[in-house]
């Protein structure tokens, strides 16, 4: 009998991705259904990034460019490294992919030996175990409690390596928790990562919804740790383009050249079109980055505040990206509607189809006493399911 390969076969699918999946249909069939899922802007792209792909349109531009991008956007994306990072790096070693997830892909297909460890700290985006997991890699999962702001120490970094341990993937801000790690804090990590020749692969793409100070680049901090450190970054969150699939890494030249030869025979280069409009969300300014992240900051401090007034549940206050984790280990034991929570799949099912709210569990982060809300939706949905919270935990509903 003809089988898939054990390493496809051995990769988890997306939760984040199956929950939305799940709400979006409700909402075709014409239920009344607030969501809290997908990690997407609820903005529009701004009006000049999309007249600068219609022109590109326009002007013909519709054929293939180079494997890693066009050199005017790997310019274009050194430009912002060096004025919003303090990061100086050549067009060279920037590599555009379809997406900052392909991004990723590409680092660890390009880094990972098979049985190398990758140390990655939890809770933790979904797709990381996954993506290392197919380049033949090991995750090494490291738990990093709430009573910590779920942010891994430098001492937790060092107890988890081993001879075999090749990277540690830095998400500031996390997804799912918004944690941002301080300048001093990624200091400490830094040097344990260049006292042990460990990559860092840094995935910035929430870099722009910093509610607290200003973000810190952990490849800005020295040469030493620049050179271990792969920067991933790309337009979805920053310039609501998530449908535009841009992404890109800045690296040291060698990494940069695997990886743009492992695109060469993945995909080529990444959309023509979205390429010209990633040039011009670069070049555009930040006023809509800077209109965006004052109306989730509203929306945030809001959906932190009611939550923490519901009895049964709680929330840290996240100092990045659009995510609350919501703990629920209160509600753990206990009955709902017919149902006995006993992990957040459970109380996310239930809550969905009693209250018509989609949250996500995040059973598939690494920490199962939690599911996550997004705030990149409307005030207006927040309110209301936060209402439906309240109703659906007091057994009203």
């Given at each position: 009998?003809?089988?898939?390969?054990?390493?496809?076969?051995?990769?988890?699918?997306?939760?984040?991705?199956?929950?939305?999946?799940?709400?979006?249909?409700?909402?075709?069939?014409?239920?009344?259904?607030?969501?809290?899922?997908?990690?997407?802007?609820?903005?529009?792209?701004?009006?000049?990034?999309?007249?600068?792909?219609?022109?590109?349109?326009n002007d013909g531009f519709t054929k293939y460019t180079p494997a890693a991008g066009t050199l005017q956007l790997r310019?274009?994306?050194?430009?912002?490294?060096?004025?919003?990072?303090?990061?100086?790096?050549?067009?060279?070693?920037?590599v555009v992919s379809n997406g900052a997830k392909h991004s990723l892909m590409n680092v660890f297909m390009a880094i990972c030996n098979p049985g190398d460890e990758v140390i990655i700290p939890a809770p933790y985006w979904v797709s990381y175990p996954e993506m290392v997991k197919l380049a033949d890699g090991v995750p090494v999962i490291v738990d990093c409690p709430e009573s910590n702001n779920f942010k891994i120490t430098a001492k937790q970094f060092k107890n988890a390596i081993t001879p075999k341990t090749k990277a540690f993937v830095l998400n500031s801000p996390s997804n799912p928790t918004g944690a941002t790690y301080t300048a001093d804090e990624l200091k400490e990590i830094?040097?344990?990562?260049?006292?042990?020749?460990?990559?860092?692969?840094?995935?910035?793409?929430?870099?722009c919804l910093v509610y607290e100070g200003k973000p810190v680049s952990i490849a800005s901090l020295n040469d030493k740790i620049k050179n271990l450190t792969v920067v991933v970054n790309g337009m979805s969150k920053a310039y609501a383009m998530t449908g535009w699939r841009i992404g890109y890494t800045a690296s040291n030249s060698d990494i940069?050249?695997?990886m743009a030869n492992i695109q060469s025979h993945a995909t080529s280069n990444p959309n023509s079109i979205a390429q010209a409009a990633a040039v011009a969300a670069l070049e555009g300014g930040?006023?809509?980055?800077?209109?965006?992240?004052?109306?989730?900051?509203?929306?945030?401090?809001?959906?932190?505040e009611r939550m923490n007034k519901i009895d049964g549940v709680s929330c840290p206050t996240p100092h990045g990206a659009f995510y609350v984790m919501m703990n629920i280990s209160?509600?753990?034991?206990?009955?709902?509607?017919?149902?006995?929570?006993?992990?957040?799949?459970?109380?996310?099912?239930?809550?969905?189809?009693?209250?018509?709210?989609?949250?996500?569990?995040?059973?598939?982060?690494?920490?199962?006493?939690?599911?996550r809300?997004?705030?990149?939706?409307?005030?207006?949905?927040?309110?209301?399911?936060?209402d439906r919270l309240e109703k659906f935990l007091k057994h009203e509903l």
């Open positions: 009998m003809t089988q898939v390969s054990n390493k496809a076969g051995n990769v988890s699918p997306s939760s984040t991705l199956s929950i939305d999946a799940k709400f979006k249909a409700m909402k075709a069939q014409g239920i009344d259904v607030v969501g809290f899922g997908a990690g997407e802007p609820d903005f529009d792209t701004p009006d000049h990034i999309k007249q600068a792909a219609i022109k590109a349109i310019q274009a994306i050194c430009d912002k490294l060096k004025r919003d990072n303090s990061l100086t790096y050549e067009p060279s070693q920037i830094a040097d344990v990562a260049v006292e042990n020749n460990i990559y860092i692969v840094s995935d910035e793409i929430y870099e940069a050249k695997v930040n006023e809509c980055v800077d209109s965006m992240r004052k109306a989730f900051t509203e929306r945030r401090n809001y959906m932190v209160k509600l753990k034991g206990k009955t709902f509607y017919g149902v006995k929570i006993n992990t957040s799949d459970d109380f996310a099912q239930v809550f969905l189809d009693v209250a018509k709210v989609a949250v996500v569990p995040t059973s598939g982060f690494g920490n199962d006493d939690y599911v809300w997004s705030y990149a939706t409307s005030m207006e949905n927040i309110k209301e399911g936060l």
